[in-house]
């Protein structure tokens, strides 16, 4: 039933539980006012404010309390928050460059927990420990050839200094970027074609190194330029075929030139080799050629000495020799008979296979063979050049 049906116990009972009415009690809902009222007088007391009074102006002074509490407690907190705020941590591999209202910091914030104000000061944590890498797409250059070349070039660096790196250039990634690129550009147009595709490629890199360090001390960057690598050079795409041709063909080249060299190395100590050999021999037939002289100087002399004695003798004697050593190399001998066309021959070389057996037989055998030929020698008796004996004996030396 509704509060104010007729017939309710409740009469005009106010259901939020007005004062001075009948029947009213705690009942209904708080009043407001009286709630706005307590939480003014609790603030009031937390931030200084006094209590309120029922007088007239009471509602004024409790506005103005509760502002300059509120005002209070938001600048505690914007308090709070800005000194926590200035707390930072540098890592092992970093350094701080503290910057306060634009002026540096003599000192370099080092690895650890530190606190600078904020706002006032501006810190800047750099990576000194860290080696970057950088990739340089140089496109198309022009050597000094007046070809055309696509090179690529990583370049590897770390920052040094981090105070000229902070403050020393606003962008010093930016200008890494752009004098990598003029120093690229200034070193290959100084090289030809070929030196770049093969063997000036490390010296390209190192020349873009010093060049590019340069610039980075120029411009006071702070940056170290650790190390520069060509990570491709080629031709022109409409070129390229011709320029592989290039290539193999010195590459044959090399290899051709690795194999002479090869075969110099072996063919040269045994050259040498054969050469010295060969003097060692010169040198002993030298040697050789002078004792025989010498030798037969000495019997030249002996003979000659002997000859002055017996001239006769001798000249017969040195007759019978060469005769004998020219008998000895022959296996044939030839006569010229007097008085006819007909030729004596004598074949020693089959004498000597039959009459090898016994030196009894081959001595009987040359003294028949004298006395056959005796009649067709010249002199008296057919025996004044060459007596039988002497031809037994001469006979017996050819056998």
Do not use: C
């Not at 200035?86 to 530190?114: K, S, T």
């Not at 890498?133 to 022009?142: E, I």
């Not at 520069?228 to 409409?238: E, H, I, R, S, W």
Request: proline share 4%.
């Amino acid at each position: 039933m509704a509060w104010n049906e007729p017939g309710n116990n409740g009469g005009d009972k106010d259901p939020w539980g007005g004062g001075g009415r009948r029947g009213g009690g705690d009942q209904g809902p708080p009043d407001i006012d009286k709630v706005i009222k307590n939480l003014s007088k609790k603030f009031n007391s937390l931030f200084g404010g006094s209590g309120g009074g029922s007088s007239s102006g009471g509602g004024v002074s409790r506005g103005r309390g509760l502002s300059a509490g509120l005002i209070a407690a938001m600048a505690a907190v914007v308090a709070v928050i800005w000194a926590f705020t200035g707390f930072y941590i540098v890592d092992a591999a970093e350094r701080g460059v503290v910057l306060r209202f634009g002026n540096v910091l003599d000192n370099i914030v080092q690895p650890g927990l530190h606190w600078n104000p904020p706002i006032i000061d501006d810190v800047h944590l750099v990576n000194i420990l860290a080696l970057n890498t950088q990739t340089y797409d140089a496109g198309s250059m022009l050597t000094t050839d007046e070809n055309i070349i696509d090179i690529t070039v990583t370049v590897q660096y770390r920052i040094d200094d981090p105070v000229n790196y902070v403050i020393s250039v606003a962008s010093p990634l930016g200008s890494l970027d752009n004098a990598a690129e003029s120093a690229i550009r200034h070193v290959v147009g100084g090289n030809s074609m070929d030196q770049i595709l093969t063997t000036g490629r490390d010296r390209v890199a190192v020349d873009v190194e010093e060049r590019l360090q340069s610039y980075m001390d120029l411009y006071s960057t702070g940056i170290v330029i650790s190390q520069v690598n060509v990570v491709d050079a080629q031709p022109p795409d409409a070129v390229r075929a011709a320029f592989d041709d290039v290539i193999r063909a010195r590459e044959d080249e090399e290899r051709v030139q690795n194999e002479a060299l090869q075969y110099s190395n072996r063919i040269i100590p045994e050259a040498r080799g054969e050469a010295q050999q060969q003097i060692e021999r010169a040198n002993a037939y030298k040697e050789e050629s002078i004792a025989r002289a010498i030798g037969d100087a000495s019997r030249f002399e002996q003979q000659l000495t002997e000859y002055l004695l017996a001239p006769e003798v001798t000249r017969q004697r040195l007759y019978i020799d060469s005769l004998q050593d020219v008998m000895t190399a022959s296996s044939k001998i030839l006569i010229d008979v007097e008085g006819g066309n007909n030729m004596l021959y004598l074949p020693l070389d089959q004498m000597m296979q039959r009459g090898g057996s016994t030196a009894s037989s081959t001595a009987q055998e040359l003294r028949d063979l004298a006395n056959r030929i005796a009649p067709y020698l010249p002199g008296p008796g057919g025996t004044n050049a060459v007596d039988r004996s002497r031809l037994t004996t001469s006979g017996r030396g050819a056998r």
